[in-house]
């Protein structure tokens, strides 16, 4: 018990020390307390650069609230840890970082994507309507791309290429008729 008092009072004596902004003093606390308050951080942080950073935040704190120490009380690293472990949860709280699932997490998000056969045979069908489409003649193939496509109205269309509504609406109608005759057969 007699090692364990000397080492208490002369931490305690290096932080009066160290209130008193003696760097040597400051040395012997790091010295003194450094392992003990860099495994708190690690494993806090759970990374060696983040804890290295956050205990010279610590030492850093230990400089310039040394004088805030009272042996009456606190043990002397009892105050210590609660500084270094305080320290390293700001830390953890500051950088955000997220929490990791396991990887078998992976397995309950749903895939919303079309299975492989689903998007071929979308594929086909949409190569099937363009084929269709390219064997239309070229004033009916530009009126239904035009008019579903880029959403203008018969009269638009009318109005645009300057024929009477009727004759677009001939125009789309027998050109509709072909399409579902051409993409019948595929």
Known sequence: MGD???ERDRLIAALARVAQRD???LRQVYEMTSPKLFGICLRICADRDAA????QDVYIKIWN???RFDAGRASPITWLCTIARNSAIDWCRSSRRPDMLPESAATQIPDTTLAADLMIERDQDKARIFACLDQLEERQRTSIRT???DGLTYAQLADRLAVPLG?????IR???QQLKACIGDG
Not at 52 to 55: C, I, Q, S, T
Not at 167 to 171: D, L
């Open 4 to 6: 364990v008092d000397t």
């Open 65 to 67: 609230r040394a004088g």
């Open 167 to 171: 004759t677009m609406k001939s125009w």
């Open 23 to 25: 760097h040597s003093a």
């Open 147 to 149: 008019a579903f496509m």
């Open 52 to 55: 290295e950073d956050v205990l």
């Open 174 to 176: 027998r050109g509709l």
